[in-house]
């Protein structure tokens, strides 16, 4: 297994149905900065029109994540499945973790004095034998696909190679594990409201790029 996630961002509304789920499923800490999953916001001007997206996003579990290799005592670890997790007993908030994510990911929680992130509903889901998450079972705009990127024939792989996608800051190298389906109908319009930075990927073209990170890390993911 190989754990991803899908988001086919246009049909988000922000209802943040997904956010409630999470913190309700896994326990997470109550207050608007205590979140393992969100919704981001941009709005801008294209040809004298004014256009919003959401941008549903969370840790994006990457395959060469920077914030394991920064832990000192490996509270930060990959696990089968190719996830990011924080062993919170092993944590002692020197917030190396925290540094290191480019997508601003973790947090702190008071209650456990330790820092949390999205487990992709690991412990709670997952290993239970659920093959989705919180945020995937209550989205009812059908924002988020999860599955396996090692499935040829699964659902994200299908989708991923039908449709063009981007990744969020891929300059940074660390393969994050979050796709994000560029528009149908009208790319030149959707390549303006992505915005230029965002290089536009084909599944030919991402494949090789995922199995060297995971040829690369996947060594070190422990078994549950």
Not at 11 to 39: F, P
Not at 80 to 109: H, N, S, T
Not at 114 to 132: Q, S, W
Request: one cysteine or more.
């Amino acid at each position: 297994m190989n754990y991803a996630m899908v988001l086919d961002y246009q049909n988000c509304i922000n209802c943040k149905a997904c956010e409630v789920a999470c913190k309700e499923q896994n326990n997470v800490e109550l207050g608007a900065d205590k979140q393992r999953i969100w919704v981001g916001q941009t709005d801008n001007v294209i040809f004298g029109n004014l256009f919003v997206n959401f941008y549903p996003s969370q840790c994006n579990h990457c395959l060469d994540a920077p914030c394991v290799d920064v832990c000192p005592t490996q509270a930060s670890h990959f696990v089968e499945g190719g996830l990011v997790l924080v062993d919170q007993k092993k944590c002692i908030l020197c917030k190396g973790c925290m540094e290191a994510c480019p997508y601003d990911a973790r947090f702190v929680d008071d209650e456990r004095v330790a820092v949390d992130k999205c487990t992709f509903c690991y412990d709670t889901r997952i290993l239970k034998g659920e093959t989705t998450t919180a945020c995937q079972a209550t989205c009812p705009t059908k924002v988020r696909m999860f599955g396996d990127l090692d499935d040829e024939n699964g659902d994200v792989i299908q989708l991923l190679k039908q449709r063009k996608f981007f990744v969020l800051k891929a300059k940074e190298g660390t393969v994050p594990k979050l796709f994000y389906l560029v528009p149908e109908n009208d790319e030149e319009y959707a390549l303006q409201s992505i915005g230029h930075n965002n290089k536009i990927y084909t599944w030919d073209e991402m494949s090789p790029i995922i199995e060297a990170a995971k040829a690369k890390r996947s060594k070190q993911w422990k078994k549950s």
